[in-house]
């Protein structure tokens, strides 16, 4: 507005209508929140259920497996067209298994609500309530959709399996098709003829191919982006360079060293791996990226660049692995047990067999590429093939021969006493050379071409899985050592001993060696047409569990069971141990009370954890019931002396006719009871030896128990004194000798009682009472002693010195005959 027009009032009708205007909008912005949250409550009420998504799940699956089946129909699918189906088929398994499992819990408790109201009534009987009805008829209804859509879902997993078994069976057919179709012998005039033949036009093609791509470079230099590629061939040479300059540095390996460490060794091996690849690689991948971002790789140039790239980085690998683990010239930093020529042989077959591979890769994608004809293709296979077999047949001769052999004596593999598997891996190579030369020969140049392929194939995982498996020993023995950080670690912070430590760690590397060696078995199996899919699918139905009947037996369950009756075992035993350490010895019990409670409690944590652990098997009371009726013939028959045992000692701990401490006497062994377990019990004899009884001998046999009601024992000391001597005087030595001992009971009394009178001697006992039958021994020895002080006993008589320098008597003179039989008896023998 001018600042020169006149300020003029707001009408009042415009106010009016502004204000209209405001509450009218108020009311829409409440009228539409209303709507929404009605619609949002009805689009919730409306929310389909698990059933509905269910169905859905199941109605979208149909149309793929129907198209895949349709699909199956053709006769002749390539191999890939089958492994796009296959993996097709899998989502569609996953996702039926994934119904039957979410359905199974609502199956479930719908027939347990049924269970809980029980059979209709029968005919005649009195109706049910209208609500019983209701509810029996919701639950019928809810039970029948649960079931109805896992039937579906079940009948679809099986179609989908069926699918699986179809295409895995046809790719067999197919690989096995293509492997054994025979062509022309490498030996036949007319496939050279025609080989010949070819020769021209095949060189034209692969002329006009090169003259194009170059061509191509042309344009891309007109059009200044070929400093792309130089960039990466620039990156290229620097990687190889630090290749260079880096392995010496990080991966040296210094003849003279003779002290390697495994951890060394493996340490050195994987570096030199490493830094034999990656670099090799890395400039691979930024050369084929540069040619495919300048789109220097055209249709028919773009697989011939892969196969030689490719294979460059293969030959980098095994040169660098076969370095690794054979360490030609260096026998202390060897992976493997052969000795330095052999190394170098096998070092020599590597370089050949990665050269040959390479060779036949480039060979093949360039014969693809210019349409080669098939004598030509044919040709070029069995040569490379029949030259990578005479290569590995030099280097089983090389190996087989010795200094003091001529080499008609090498025909056959030379195997070394002191080997174990250079018998069977000689014997394999000498079986597969044959088998490449003559598929090379009879026409069988595809089986020959895949016999090359597979031996170089399972060479380099043998090579590799020999490289890991050192890593992973030579890792987990230095953790485990005395003075490792790993060890001290684990040692002061989760207490863990050394003995233990040691048994995790063999426990781990052989978990370790199960999982790499079930991944190198899959990729060796891999060229064959056994999918690791497949492998997966069948652990996967014995892990998760497969259904006999009315019963699932699974793997999962089974170890998730032990796990559970472990836990409960480890809490039992820790039970116990406070039972025994903490709250028993602070009661006045006896300690034969005390171990018959604390064995109770571990057999009732055991019982307990046994039922939780067949409850999530499945196993309810009843079906153990009847499992225990099949084995009852068996346990009447071959385990009746462990059912006898273990009744007789639950019977000990109940009665407790012999308690732990207690002296027994069973048979002619005596000793005191240390335990008593569920099969037998334990008894340390006076010489410390352990007495393993039965319990059923304890309770059927005779057993002497010397502290059955309490621990007092009786000593008896005799005495033998000449019969001169006053036996009143005896008497009253002995009862002072017996009260003089403080382990003696005054009450009752000690007593001396003449036991025999004899010709010479009068034989004297001396019986006293102590509190504790386990000093027995010791107050005995100690009265002897001091009966054998107080009656004179001890006086020593005197013995006469022995005569210095008697001559010693002429064994040529017979001895003089003896005046008495003293002198008879000190008379020396002739």
């Not at 996702?95 to 499992?101: D, G, L, Y």
């Not at 057919?173 to 050279?192: C, G, K, N, V, Y």
């Not at 012999?658 to 006076?686: F, K």
Request: aromatic letters at 6%; a neutral charge.
């Amino acid at each position: 507005m001018p600042a020169s027009a006149p300020h003029r009032p707001f009408p009042a009708a415009a106010a009016r209508t502004a204000w209209s205007g405001l509450t009218a909008l108020a009311l829409a912005l409440v009228l539409a929140l209303g709507i929404a949250i009605a619609g949002a409550g009805g689009v919730a009420a409306q929310a389909p259920g698990p059933n509905a998504e269910a169905n859905a799940v199941l109605d979208a699956a149909r149309p793929v497996l129907s198209e895949i089946e349709t699909t199956l129909q053709q006769p002749n699918l390539p191999d890939a067209e089958l492994q796009r189906l296959r993996a097709q088929v899998d989502p569609v398994a996953a996702r039926m298994r994934a119904v039957i499992e979410a359905s199974q819990p609502r199956i479930d408790a719908a027939r347990a609500r049924l269970d809980q109201l029980g059979p209709k009534p029968a005919e005649g009987a009195p109706a049910e309530s209208p609500e019983v009805q209701r509810d029996r008829e919701e639950r019928s209804r809810v039970l029948a959709e649960a079931d109805e859509i896992q039937k579906r879902a079940r009948a679809m997993l099986v179609e989908a399996d069926q699918i699986v078994t179809t295409i895995a069976d046809r790719r067999r057919a197919s690989f096995t098709q293509r492997l054994f179709a025979r062509s022309q012998s490498i030996l036949d005039p007319e496939l050279w003829l025609s080989a010949v033949e070819s020769l021209p036009r095949e060189m034209r093609a692969v002329r006009e191919l090169g003259a194009d791509w170059a061509a191509r470079v042309t344009d891309r230099y007109r059009e200044g982006r070929i400093w792309l590629l130089v960039i990466a061939l620039v990156a290229a040479v620097v990687l190889i360079v630090l290749k260079r300059r880096l392995k010496p540095e990080l991966a040296s390996r210094p003849p003279e060293a003779t002290d390697v460490t495994p951890l060394s060794r493996a340490a050195v091996a994987g570096i030199r791996v490493l830094l034999g690849t990656l670099p090799v690689a890395v400039a691979c991948f930024i050369l084929y990226a540069a040619l495919d971002a300048i789109y220097l790789l055209p249709p028919r140039v773009g697989p011939i660049a892969y196969a030689i790239l490719t294979g460059i980085g293969f030959f980098a690998f095994a040169r660098s692995l076969g370095d690794a683990v054979l360490a030609p010239g260096v026998m202390h930093w060897r992976l493997v047990r052969v000795d330095d020529p052999t190394a170098q042989r096998l070092m020599r077959l590597i370089y050949a067999g990665s050269i040959i591979i390479l060779i036949a890769t480039i060979a093949e994608s360039v014969l693809a590429a210019v349409a080669a004809a098939l004598p030509l293709t044919v040709l070029v296979r069995g040569v490379l093939a029949a030259a990578f077999a005479l290569a590995l047949v030099g280097m089983l001769r090389a190996l087989a021969q010795r200094p003091d052999q001529s080499a008609e004596d090498c025909l056959g593999p030379y195997v070394p006493a002191e080997s174990k598997v250079a018998a069977p891996l000689r014997l394999g190579g000498w079986i597969a050379s044959l088998a490449i030369l003559g598929g090379v020969v009879f026409g069988y140049v595809s089986l020959s071409s895949f016999i090359m392929a597979q031996i170089v194939w399972v060479a380099t995982l043998s090579a590799l899985l020999v490289l890991l498996l050192a890593v992973v020993d030579a890792a987990l023995g230095a953790s485990t050592a005395e003075n490792a950080r790993v060890a001290l670690t684990l040692q002061s912070m989760v207490g863990v001993r050394r003995r233990s430590l040691e048994q995790l760690s063999v426990l781990a590397g052989g978990a370790i060696r199960v999982v790499l060696l079930a991944v190198a078995l899959l990729l060796a199996l891999a060229p064959w047409g056994i999918e690791s899919g497949d492998l997966w699918g069948s652990l996967r139905a014995a892990f998760f569990g497969f259904r006999i009947g009315d019963y699932t037996i699974s793997l999962s369950a089974i170890l998730l069971a032990a796990l559970l009756f472990g836990v409960g075992l480890g809490i039992t035993r820790a039970v116990q141990r406070w039972l025994d350490k903490r709250f028993l010895p602070a009661t006045d019990l006896d300690a034969g009370l005390r171990n018959s409670i604390q064995t109770v409690a571990g057999y009732l944590g055991v019982i307990l954890a046994a039922s939780i652990a067949f409850a999530q098997l499945g196993l309810s009371f009843d079906k153990l019931t009847i499992v225990a009726g099949a084995l009852s013939v068996g346990i009447g028959f071959g385990l009746q002396s462990i059912v006898s045992n273990f009744v007789s000692g639950l019977i000990l701990l109940g009665e407790r006719p012999i308690r732990v401490g207690d002296r027994i006497l069973v048979g002619a062994d005596e000793g005191v009871v240390r335990r008593i377990n569920v099969r037998a019990t334990e008894i340390e004899t006076g010489d410390r030896a352990v007495l393993i009884v039965p319990n059923s001998t304890l309770i059927t046999g005779v057993v002497r128990n010397r502290v059955r009601n309490d621990r007092t024992a009786r000593v008896v000391v005799t005495i033998v004194m000449p019969r001169g001597t006053d036996a009143a005087w005896v008497r009253e030595t002995l009862l002072s000798v017996a009260h003089a001992h403080r382990d003696v009971l005054r009450h009752p009394e000690p007593v001396v009682r003449l036991k025999k009178i004899g010709e010479a001697t009068l034989e004297f006992d001396l019986i006293v009472i102590v509190d504790e039958i386990d000093i027995v021994a010791r107050v005995s020895s100690d009265l002897n002693f001091a009966a054998f002080e107080r009656l004179g006993i001890g006086e020593v008589p005197d013995v006469p010195e022995p005569v210095a320098d008697m001559p010693e008597p002429d064994p040529s003179v017979p001895p003089a005959a003896p005046k008495d039989e003293a002198q008879a008896m000190l008379a020396p023998k002739p």
